[in-house]
């Protein structure tokens, strides 16, 4: 068989494999409430299996609110940060600071894409270093750098290399901060903070998908004169594994929205506390966290999750079923 | 219909308990399976039905040679064949009318579409008034003919019975007997497993007599 042949059926295979698996959903769909399930609910450890499928989807859902968080606020304060950037004017020697100041916010002012230029003053100055110097300080007798805070106009910021080789040719004490550093290890740290969540998220499922296929061992062997009687009657696999899908995909979908439906209060009650837990101020916290509350856009993706991990238990349950049956033969 | 040639089976890496079965059943036939306890009928009507395959020998059943075919094909030919148990096997959670009806509802098929044909069949093999009832409230007698009504409610090639008598009076066995001789008259070959020697009597019909995992037939 030739490479393309080979992919080709694979492809088929897995086409096949997937058109099943939908139309075992469509089937859930399809059937009569008033029909008897083939399979009782009864013969299923399900209140167990809920009780599991509940504190799984819980935790995923607290990950996945933590994740959105920690994303939303990073991406909140790099374009806090990126929409400002700060030029240090040192003072030197044979040179007139104020004269530095003037000469630099005119330089930037004119650069394409600077919205505002400010410079602080010796008052301000004085302010910053308050904390460490004390107040009543005289900047005269000390060599402190002046501040120019450029604010930059969003999407079009200026061209920094150009900008930092002409201050640095006309004004020689001039330094140009865009804060690229501080933005970098912000995304580093967003990034390591999905990248843990992922992770979680991961064992999460694992331990969902492991507990539901020995659920699923279990309900076997308890239906097993079920099972066969389906097979003397001519069922084919994917008829019995549809069976005990039915039962997983609603034990699933009531373990998930009790799980995800705690999660979602909790964020709720977290969003009006905003950040007096934990003993910090709401703007301290608000400030740390970009808020507590997670938005329509983070609900969603809890529900989204309520739905997957439903999905992820019954398609679970017809994979274990069908590689129970193909084993048995 | 049927065709053994040089069947053999044997369990693991225990004796053959079958041996050297050749024999065919043809359509609308009808024929007892006898032998001692033990000679191997269950085992030959597994081999009939599809849940064993041979370990040597051809087995070819409505033109399809057995050894050839995939799990979800030996599905399919399966229902062709309707199966009574010897202990019903019907399932305690499904009313008597559901326990019928289902190889039609593994069909695929509406219930609008069956209700009339399962409600007549149960009314001809005198479960009428039983519809609703659960199979642990059922009579040994009840039970056997709603398995027989199970088996027979998507009108199937090959009717197997395994000892369809062996819980029943000997009126009821009698009664049983009619409605197979029924069934065979309307088409269905009919292969009845007993040692039940006085219902073999009350028909004149074929016999295939195991014996040591050998047959014998008797026409």
Known sequence: MSTTDRVRTDRSRTDSRLSGALRGLTGLVRRKPRETPIVPRSSIAGSALIAVVAIMTFLASLTTGAVVLVVGAAAEWQSDVSREVTVQVRPMAGRDLDVDVVRAVEIVRAAPGVASVRAQDKAESARLLEPWLGSGLSLESLPVPRLIVVQVTPGRPPDFAALKTRLAVEVPGATLDDHRGFSRRLRAMADTAVAVGLAILGLVMAATVLSVAFATRGAMATNRPTVEVLHFIGAKDAYVAGQFMRHFLFLGLQGGSIGGGAAVVLFLLLGLAGGRLFGLGGADAAALFGGAALGIGGYLVLLVQVALVGLVTALTSRRVVKATLKAVG | ?219
């Open chain 2, 1 to 219: 219909m049927v065709r053994f040639e040089n069947v053999g089976l044997r369990y693991g890496l225990g004796p053959e308990v079958l041996r050297d079965l050749s024999f065919r059943i043809e359509p609308h036939s009808f024929q007892f399976l006898t032998g001692p306890s033990g000679a191997g009928k269950t085992s030959l009507l597994r081999l009939l039905f599809l849940s064993l395959r041979p370990t040597r020998g051809l087995i070819t059943l409505f033109d399809h040679d057995v050894a050839t075919l995939d799990k979800d094909a030996l599905a399919v030919l399966r229902r062709r064949i309707g199966i009574v148990f010897q202990d019903f096997r019907l399932l305690d959670h499904m009313s008597t009318y559901e326990n019928v009806s289902l190889p039609l509802r593994v069909l695929g098929r509406e219930e609008e579409s069956y209700r009339h044909e399962v409600e007549e069949l149960l009314h001809w093999v005198g479960l009428g008034e039983r519809m609703t009832a659960l199979p642990p409230v059922l009579s040994g007698g009840e039970k056997q003919r709603a398995a027989i009504a199970r088996a027979v409610i998507a009108r199937p090639q090959l009717l197997l019975a395994d000892e369809p008598t062996g819980n029943v009076d000997p009126n009821l066995a009698k009664r049983l007997l009619r409605l197979f001789i029924e069934l065979n008259k309307s088409g269905t070959s009919v292969v009845i497993a007993t040692h039940d020697i006085g219902l073999m009597d009350q028909y004149d019909a074929r016999r295939l007599v195991l014996h040591e995992g050998r047959i014998h037939v008797y026409d």
